[in-house]
């Protein structure tokens, strides 16, 4: 099975975001404002460190330790110094549920 509930959609209120580990993997759910939830892998490119430990600046979240940006909508790099992408995650809501398919990478028209 690749999709996971990850949260209720009530445990993440808008503006905020949190680190879950499931199915082996480490995941940075946020609940953007104005679009929805987001996943994206936790670790930024740059220096391995933990995204959910930054700071969500809209759409883009930002590594705590050197301000490396990232888009929670495509995964691409929005500010330096990482240089590679994250992977993005599909997600859905059910039933009051959120999940996360770490099958299925989001498609880029959720951009």
């Given at each position: 099975?690749?999709?996971?509930?990850?949260?209720?959609?009530?445990?993440?209120?808008?503006?905020?975001?949190?680190?879950?580990?499931?199915?082996?993997?480490?995941?940075?759910?946020?609940?953007?404002?104005?679009?929805?939830?987001?996943?994206?892998?936790?670790?930024?490119?740059?220096?391995?460190?933990?995204?959910?430990e930054g700071?969500?600046?809209?759409?883009?979240?930002?590594?705590?330790?050197?301000?490396?940006?990232?888009?929670?909508?495509?995964?691409?790099?929005s500010g330096?110094?990482?240089?590679?992408?994250?992977?993005?995650?599909?997600?859905?809501?059910?039933?009051?549920?959120?999940?996360?398919?770490?099958?299925?990478?989001?498609?880029?028209?959720?951009?």
């Amino acid at each position: 099975m690749t999709r996971h509930r990850i949260a209720g959609i009530d445990d993440l209120p808008e503006g905020e975001m949190a680190k879950y580990d499931v199915g082996g993997r480490t995941i940075c759910l946020a609940n953007v404002k104005g679009v929805g939830f987001r996943a994206i892998d936790d670790r930024c490119t740059h220096e391995d460190e933990s995204l959910s430990e930054g700071f969500l600046c809209g759409e883009d979240v930002e590594c705590p330790a050197h301000g490396s940006r990232f888009s929670f909508l495509t995964g691409e790099v929005s500010g330096l110094p990482a240089t590679m992408p994250v992977r993005v995650y599909e997600v859905s809501v059910d039933d009051g549920s959120v999940y996360v398919d770490l099958a299925v990478d989001a498609p880029s028209s959720a951009a």
